[in-house]
């Protein structure tokens, strides 16, 4: 029984802000694999060079097959899709995008290097997300929401009608490539 809302996207995009909108507001559970991870012992080790805890993925799909048999509703925003996440379990998924200067500029005013924030930006150009989410679910579990100059309350109440099936669309609204030419892009930034 697929229960789990899937929230992707690039880094900066709006997931976590959206998901916990979508708990407060909805009654979905919020969880966050990073707390789920480190709470549950879901991991192999910890990488102190990347400063991050290696994900044990087997351990980790289990837990997912778990909360989706129950009879809560899950919102799990990440930008990891792999091979971790039991595609049956995802009901829908969400992946949200924003333009890649607007990207770059709030990943650099986290402080993150002109490299990291230039390689999200390059992926968020380049679909990846959208296209892991698309080659995991299908394309019928997958829907695209444009952030960009949408306040969080309109992003919530664009994922409402994704969630209602009242926007049935399913084609792509996205193409940044149309707009962007990459090489020239990272010039300019």
Not at 4 to 29: D, E
Not at 49 to 69: F, N, P, Q
Request: charged content about 30%.
């Amino acid at each position: 029984m697929a229960s789990i809302l899937l929230i992707t996207g690039t880094p900066g995009v709006g997931k976590t802000v959206l998901a916990q909108n979508l708990s407060r507001k909805s009654g979905f559970t919020l969880v966050e694999l990073g707390n789920l991870v480190r709470k549950e012992g879901l991991y192999t080790r910890f990488d102190k060079a990347r400063k991050t805890y290696i994900v044990d993925e087997g351990k980790l799909r289990k837990r997912l097959e778990m909360l989706s048999r129950s009879s809560e509703r899950v919102v799990l925003p990440t930008h990891l899709i792999g091979r971790f996440l039991p595609k049956d379990s995802v009901k829908t998924a969400l992946v949200l995008r924003l333009d890649p200067v607007v990207l770059y500029k709030r990943l650099r005013a986290r402080g993150w290097t002109k490299r990291k924030a230039w390689e999200n930006t390059e992926a968020e150009i380049l679909d990846v997300c959208l296209q892991e989410s698309r080659l995991l679910l299908g394309t019928r579990k997958v829907f695209e929401i444009d952030t960009t100059r949408k306040s969080a309350a309109s992003v919530y109440k664009e994922a409402l009608r994704v969630l209602s099936r009242r926007r049935t669309s399913r084609s792509r609204i996205v193409n940044w490539l149309a707009r962007y030419d990459p090489v020239e892009l990272e010039r300019n930034l």
